[in-house]
Antibody
Framework: QVQLHESGPGLLKPSQTLSLTCAVS??????????WTWIRQPAGKGLEWIGR???????NYNPSLKSRVTISVERSKNQFSLKLTSVTAADTAVYYC????????????????WGQGTLVTVSS | ETVMTQSPATLSVSPGERATLSCRAS??????LAWYQQKPGQAPRLLIY???TRATDTAARFSGSGSGTEFTLTLSSLQSEDFAVYYC?????????FGGGTKVEIK
């Protein structure tokens, strides 16, 4: 059974850099058959896709965050990570990592496995 | 960006009744649409993909339909565990986008 688990600081001050890690267990991150993704959700609000990485290193980011986001994969540790710079209160949210299976190099079903989410609060 | 619009925002339904949720895309997403269920304090769970294919462990009372820009999620006979928020999501183009959600509550 594949499991994803987010970890990282839960409290940041404005202007700091958010750094989260998603550890993948029960399967290898190196198969090349998935996009590894970050999604966030402010309290009481909807879901926002942040971006994704493939084990090839190829990435796509949400244009609304692109200038501040970096997603990378750490193959040897079977995990991937998110960095979001210059955070503000608007970045306060539950952050999820998720897996998107690929077929022929494109997403075929959406996100089939999710982490439990980690709350990140930005406050001075 | 493909904007996904869900309606209604809230749906009040009695147990055993049928619920119909709508999702509209601002441009065609073909059938590259997924539905998720989210309960309080939990991550979303994939219910439907390809607009109409039930994911593993999705009960048969959940059905999806549509293509292009208009999609529907139908819950044929609501059970107590079905009261939750439902999101649609397109995976046809970048950036990936979600609808704002429909909350299905007990009437």
């Amino acid at each position: 059974q594949v499991q994803l688990h987010e970890s990282g600081p839960g409290l940041l001050k404005p202007s700091q850099t958010l750094s989260l890690t998603c550890a993948v267990s029960g399967g290898s991150i190196n198969t090349g058959s998935y996009y590894w993704t970050w999604i966030r959700q402010p309290a009481g609000k909807g879901l926002e896709w942040i971006g994704r990485v493939h084990t090839s290193g190829n990435t796509n980011y949400n244009p609304s965050l692109k200038s501040r986001v970096t997603i990378s994969v750490e193959r040897s540790k079977n995990q991937f990570s998110l960095k979001l710079t210059s955070v503000t209160a608007a970045d306060t949210a539950v952050y999820y990592c998720a897996r998107a299976p690929l077929g022929g190099g494109v997403m075929v079903i959406g996100f089939d496995y999710w982490g439990q989410g980690t709350l990140v609060t930005v406050s001075s | 960006e493909t904007v996904m619009t869900q309606s209604p925002a809230t749906l009040s339904v009695s147990p055993g009744e049928r619920a119909t949720l709508s999702c509209r895309a601002s441009q065609s997403v073909s059938s590259r649409l997924a539905w998720y269920q989210q309960k309080p304090g939990q991550a979303p769970r994939l219910l439907i993909y390809g607009a109409s294919t039930r994911a593993t462990d999705t009960a048969a009372r959940f059905s999806g339909s549509g293509s292009g820009t208009e999609f529907t999620l139908t819950l044929s006979s609501l059970q107590s565990e079905d009261f939750a928020v439902y999101y649609c999501q397109q995976y046809n183009d970048w950036p990936l986008t979600f609808g704002g959600g429909t909350k299905v509550e007990i009437k």
